[in-house]
């Protein structure tokens, strides 16, 4: 019983490591608006300066961005030698939500994919995904944050954040 519980381990580590290793590649793709248009869009990174972008939702999903998680930290790859990640801009104004950017380095942590969403921490104020046609004049990314009682213009829809896992190649 022992020797068996102890082989059983052995191979449960062995068949295990290799495959936490890889990275698995996602898209994010929106489900759940209201405002139809603004489902089945994919995450977009959106330049804004050097090492710095804000997070768009386009149609297109050739070019939406590479994501994979790194124990809680949400990556971008951009074949870059350099790292991209999700960066949650926090709370300092006292509004209902705040930025998502995708900026070199590692970015927050915090993020995870839960019952099939792609999320942020609770424990860091994350209150669900809201879209909003905005400033670049495409729809852009924003989290709600969940200590504050949203009044959600009708240019925005909350949304969920669906991983579409890719191909490795
Ligand atoms: C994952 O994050 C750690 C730092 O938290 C970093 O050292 C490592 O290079 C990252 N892995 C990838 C594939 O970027």
């Not at 050739?62 to 790292?83: H, I, M, Y």
Request: aromatic share 16%; charged share 15%.
């Amino acid at each position: 019983m022992k020797v068996f519980t102890i082989l059983a381990l052995l191979f449960a580590v062995v068949t295990a490591s290799p495959i936490a290793k890889e990275k698995k590649y996602f898209h994010l793709q929106t489900t759940g608006a209201k405002n139809k248009e603004l489902n089945n869009l994919f995450v977009h990174s959106y330049h804004t300066g050097a090492g710095l972008n804000d997070v768009v939702l386009a149609k297109d999903s050739d070019s939406a961005a590479r994501v994979f998680l790194n124990g809680t930290n949400a990556q971008v790859d951009f074949k870059t030698e350099f790292p991209w990640g999700f960066v949650a801009v926090g709370d300092t104004n006292y509004a209902s939500w705040e930025s998502i950017k995708i900026n070199v380095g590692y970015g927050s942590d915090g993020f995870s994919i839960k019952d099939g969403n792609f999320q942020w921490s609770t424990e860091y104020s994350f209150g669900g995904w809201l879209v909003c046609d905005w400033f670049h004049n495409v729809p852009q990314l924003f989290y709600l944050n969940r200590y504050y009682k949203p009044v959600i213009p009708s240019s925005c829809s909350k949304v969920q954040l669906k991983p579409v896992y890719l191909q490795q190649k």
